[in-house]
């Protein structure tokens, strides 16, 4: 301390003792590192509790490291004192985590009762110094909560405690007021940012609703397909980008944790969010990657003449080729979905005027077996690229979003919330946090790219046509051309069929083809990834029926 008075007087010369206060306060705060730089190879940082003595017991480390504790000591660890801040680490996972076990509300009751009566807040005649010490402290720990969980104060039950808490930190200090009016002020722009999404979310959904109805009506106004609106699949990559990072951009770490509270409770007691979600942005991002496999189906199917079909095809290979380059899984995943979907993969003269090598390669890369073993690789590849980015362009990472929320599924039901002894069981959240603080680091992205409001408008609202449980389909397409048929699935009022047909046998890969022989008609049924249709979507379908149901498993959500 007397080193950095040295320092500031050295500095600045004569300098008033305000001033220098406020520096050595502000030299003195816990420091706020990045996301990426919150937890090390090993899931955590192995180093943040080594000086940091737990007075009130029930927290069990092993070689300095936190592995469990009962919830009332993991609170207290959370609040900090005047010696003591808890590391940015052990805050986001305890508020990613807690609400597995109590509302957001009720913690933030619980942190407010530990800082006024533990540190004697509301107490008039308390030491000022004390006072001056804690209070940054715990203004520093409410921005954190409301920088990295801001959806959490819709509940205003938050928003009060919030409000009341802070109030007891800037009475007095002209300081912490300015602070206090910051950190709500900027809750507050994104909590309205949020409600502003919603709003453009269901009016994009009213279009396209209605541009649907005006195609069934008026059949004669064809629409026009996606190569008239953008010819260039590079640009067309590059607007899916878009897309992709402003709705990854919006969705909360903790809306991973609510879908697993919603399917399983903890200990089968009743649901902390067995009241109505606060969000579902996640929900939404998965209906928009369907949504783009549906339309690159409904594009595909859309045109009479067979070249111009094998020509959309192609188009698709070069748009998710470039979506692989720029980093961005979750749209190569759709568009390699919606191409092996039932009414394009049985296309057999169309694929036949199809140069499907860069296909074949694409599809190699996101190949399933080994669960996704060539995708996990790429997808290192480019998080390791985005950590020594030189441009913005590298550092862009969107995985493959439904295999990111079974890998997160799987871990959280393959360990227990809690041990035999009743601690909560940490280490395992300490993985949990790693693979939400990595979606974060992606999520935080800016697109460097233009947008063309004319291309996102096509994407986001052109009617597109999913499943239709219609029994009288076959008997209606029997008899048709391979292609009449496929564009009566796809003719207005009706939708695809993702469903195999009759007799269709399971799609191989490659490398399997070559024991089919020459026969151009075997080789037509082996195109596209080692699963039935419509197992593309494997991550979804294998979760989604459980634990998303606003989403469904037919992917009735278009």
């Given at each position: 301390?007397?080193?950095?008075?040295?320092?500031?007087?050295?500095?600045d010369?004569?300098?008033?003792?305000e001033?220098?206060?406020?520096?050595?306060?502000?030299?003195?705060?816990?420091?706020?590192?990045?996301?990426?730089?919150?937890?090390?190879?090993s899931?955590?940082?192995?180093?943040?509790?080594q000086?940091?003595?737990?007075?009130?017991?029930?927290?069990?480390?092993?070689?300095?490291?936190?592995?469990?504790?009962?919830?009332?000591?993991?609170?207290?660890?959370?609040?900090?004192?005047?010696?003591?801040?808890?590391?940015?680490?052990?805050?986001?996972?305890?508020?990613?985590?807690?609400?597995?076990?109590?509302?957001p509300?009720?913690?933030?009751?619980?942190?407010c009762?530990?800082?006024?009566?533990?540190?004697?807040?509301?107490?008039?005649n308390?030491?000022?110094?004390?006072?001056?010490?804690?209070?940054?402290?715990?203004?520093?720990?409410?921005?954190?909560?409301?920088?990295?969980?801001?959806?959490?104060?819709?509940?205003?039950?938050?928003?009060?405690?919030?409000?009341?808490?802070?109030?007891?930190?800037?009475s007095?200090?002209?300081?912490?007021?300015?602070?206090?009016?910051?950190?709500?002020?900027?809750?507050?722009?994104?909590l309205?940012?949020?409600?502003?999404?919603?709003?453009?979310?269901?009016?994009?959904?009213?279009?396209?609703?209605d541009?649907?109805?005006?195609?069934?009506?008026?059949?004669?106004?064809?629409?026009?397909?996606?190569?008239?609106?953008c010819s260039?699949?590079?640009?067309?990559a590059?607007?899916?980008?878009?897309?992709?990072?402003?709705?990854?951009?919006?969705?909360?770490?903790?809306?991973?944790?609510?879908?697993?509270?919603?399917?399983?409770?903890?200990?089968?007691?009743?649901?902390?969010?067995?009241?109505?979600?606060?969000?579902?942005n996640?929900?939404?991002?998965?209906?928009?990657?369907?949504?783009?496999?549906?339309l690159?189906?409904?594009?595909?199917?859309?045109?009479?003449?067979?070249?111009?079909?094998?020509?959309?095809?192609?188009?698709?290979?070069?748009?998710?080729?470039?979506?692989?380059?720029?980093?961005?899984?979750?749209?190569?995943?759709?568009?390699i979905?919606?191409?092996?979907?039932?009414?394009?993969?049985?296309?057999?003269?169309?694929?036949?005027?199809?140069?499907?090598?860069?296909?074949?390669?694409?599809?190699?890369?996101?190949?399933?077996?080994?669960?996704?073993?060539?995708?996990?690789?790429?997808?290192?590849?480019?998080?390791?690229?985005?950590?020594t980015?030189?441009?913005?362009?590298?550092?862009?990472?969107?995985?493959?979003?439904?295999?990111?929320?079974?890998?997160?599924?799987?871990?959280?039901?393959?360990?227990?919330?809690?041990?035999?002894?009743?601690?909560?069981?940490?280490?395992?959240?300490w993985?949990?946090?790693?693979?939400?603080?990595?979606?974060?680091?992606?999520?935080?992205?800016?697109?460097?790219?233009?947008?063309?409001?004319?291309?996102?408008?096509?994407?986001?609202?052109?009617?597109?046509?999913?499943?239709?449980?219609?029994?009288?389909?076959?008997?209606?397409?029997?008899?048709?051309?391979?292609?009449?048929?496929?564009?009566?699935?796809?003719?207005?009022?009706?939708?695809?069929?993702?469903?195999?047909?009759?007799?269709?046998?399971?799609?191989?890969?490659?490398?399997?083809?070559k024991e089919?022989?020459?026969?151009?008609?075997?080789?037509?049924?082996?195109?596209?990834?080692?699963?039935p249709?419509?197992?593309?979507?494997?991550?979804?379908?294998?979760?989604?029926?459980?634990?998303?149901?606003?989403?469904?498993?037919?992917?009735?959500?278009?």
């Amino acid at each position: 301390m007397e080193n950095l008075v040295e320092d500031v007087l050295k500095k600045d010369g004569e300098v008033s003792v305000e001033i220098m206060l406020e520096r050595i306060e502000k030299e003195s705060m816990p420091q706020t590192p990045p996301f990426s730089a919150m937890f090390d190879s090993s899931g955590y940082n192995r180093n943040l509790y080594q000086s940091a003595e737990d007075s009130c017991g029930g927290l069990y480390y092993h070689d300095n490291n936190l592995l469990s504790g009962s919830l009332e000591a993991l609170i207290q660890h959370l609040v900090p004192n005047v010696d003591y801040y808890p590391d940015r680490t052990y805050i986001f996972t305890f508020l990613l985590s807690s609400r597995l076990f109590m509302h957001p509300y009720e913690l933030m009751a619980k942190v407010c009762h530990l800082c006024v009566e533990h540190q004697r807040l509301s107490d008039p005649n308390s030491d000022k110094n004390q006072i001056r010490k804690i209070a940054p402290k715990i203004l520093q720990l409410l921005t954190e909560w409301t920088e990295t969980f801001p959806y959490d104060f819709r509940d205003e039950r938050m928003m009060r405690n919030l409000k009341d808490l802070a109030h007891r930190i800037a009475s007095g200090e002209e300081t912490y007021r300015k602070n206090v009016q910051q950190m709500i002020q900027c809750l507050i722009r994104k909590l309205a940012a949020l409600s502003q999404y919603e709003e453009v979310l269901a009016k994009i959904s009213s279009t396209s609703t209605d541009r649907l109805t005006v195609l069934k009506t008026k059949p004669q106004s064809i629409q026009r397909d996606i190569i008239t609106v953008c010819s260039d699949p590079y640009t067309l990559a590059q607007q899916l980008t878009h897309i992709e990072l402003e709705r990854l951009n919006y969705i909360g770490p903790e809306e991973f944790v609510q879908a697993f509270v919603q399917k399983d409770p903890l200990d089968n007691d009743k649901s902390c969010y067995s009241e109505r979600k606060k969000t579902r942005n996640l929900e939404a991002y998965v209906e928009w990657f369907n949504r783009l496999s549906y339309l690159v189906a409904t594009e595909i199917c859309m045109p009479v003449k067979k070249k111009h079909r094998a020509r959309m095809i192609e188009y698709f290979i070069d748009v998710a080729r470039e979506c692989f380059n720029i980093g961005n899984f979750n749209s190569l995943m759709a568009i390699i979905s919606g191409m092996n979907m039932s009414p394009v993969s049985r296309l057999k003269k169309t694929w036949a005027k199809v140069k499907t090598a860069k296909f074949d390669v694409l599809e190699h890369q996101m190949d399933p077996s080994s669960n996704f073993y060539n995708y996990r690789t790429a997808l290192r590849g480019a998080a390791q690229r985005s950590l020594t980015a030189h441009s913005s362009r590298e550092k862009i990472v969107i995985p493959f979003f439904s295999l990111l929320i079974k890998d997160i599924y799987f871990l959280n039901e393959g360990c227990a919330n809690r041990l035999p002894n009743g601690h909560v069981n940490f280490e395992k959240f300490w993985e949990l946090a790693k693979q939400v603080s990595e979606f974060m680091t992606w999520k935080q992205v800016e697109c460097p790219f233009e947008r063309d409001r004319k291309i996102l408008q096509h994407l986001l609202t052109v009617p597109v046509f999913s499943e239709d449980g219609s029994p009288t389909r076959k008997e209606t397409s029997k008899g048709m051309d391979q292609s009449c048929e496929c564009r009566y699935l796809l003719s207005f009022g009706c939708k695809c069929s993702l469903k195999p047909s009759p007799g269709r046998p399971v799609r191989k890969r490659k490398d399997q083809r070559k024991e089919q022989g020459n026969n151009s008609e075997e080789r037509e049924n082996c195109r596209g990834l080692d699963l039935p249709i419509p197992s593309a979507f494997i991550a979804d379908d294998c979760i989604a029926g459980e634990m998303l149901p606003p989403c469904g498993r037919s992917g009735k959500m278009l």
